[in-house]
Nanobody
Framework: QVQLVESGGGSVQAGGSLRLSCAAS????????MGWFRQAPGKEREGVAA???????TYYADSVKGRFTISRDNANTLYLQMNSLKPEDTAMYYC??????????????????????WGKGTLVTISS
């Protein structure tokens, strides 16, 4: 059973940066979409960024393009570098992984939440 554990959340002022990490308990063989969702108070969970382990392709929500960067290392850890943070980025950030043979385009940002694995989340708070 794969466990995903997020870390790196915190409180910063607008314009600041944070780096989230997501550590997988075991190496996941096969092709996966791995990435991040977020859920702000009173709003639905939404896809933020993803990377497909098949070819390393990365995907971003329009709201974070140019500010967030997703990456992964060879030690089962996923990262989300968040720069130029805005108050509207305030949310609980969740790491997720879903086996996929066709990449992450589309479904990661279409409200699909039926992922194979979820972390418990890390809170990001941005003050103005």
């Amino acid at each position: 059973q794969v466990q995903l554990v997020e870390s790196g959340g915190g409180s910063v002022q607008a314009g600041g940066s944070l780096r989230l990490s997501c550590a997988a308990s075991v190496h996941m063989y096969g092709r996966y979409c791995m990435g991040w969702f977020r859920q702000a108070p009173g709003k639905e969970r939404e896809g933020v960024a993803a990377v497909w382990t098949g070819d390393g392709s990365t995907y971003y929500a329009d709201s974070v393009k140019g500010r967030f960067t997703i990456s992964r290392d060879n030690a089962n850890t996923l990262y989300l570098q968040m720069n130029s943070l805005k108050p509207e980025d305030t949310a609980m950030y969740y790491c997720a992984a879903d086996q996929s043979e066709v990449g992450c385009g589309g479904y990661w940002f279409d409200g699909v939440l039926d992922m194979d694995y979820w972390g418990k989340g890390t809170l990001v708070t941005i003050s103005s």
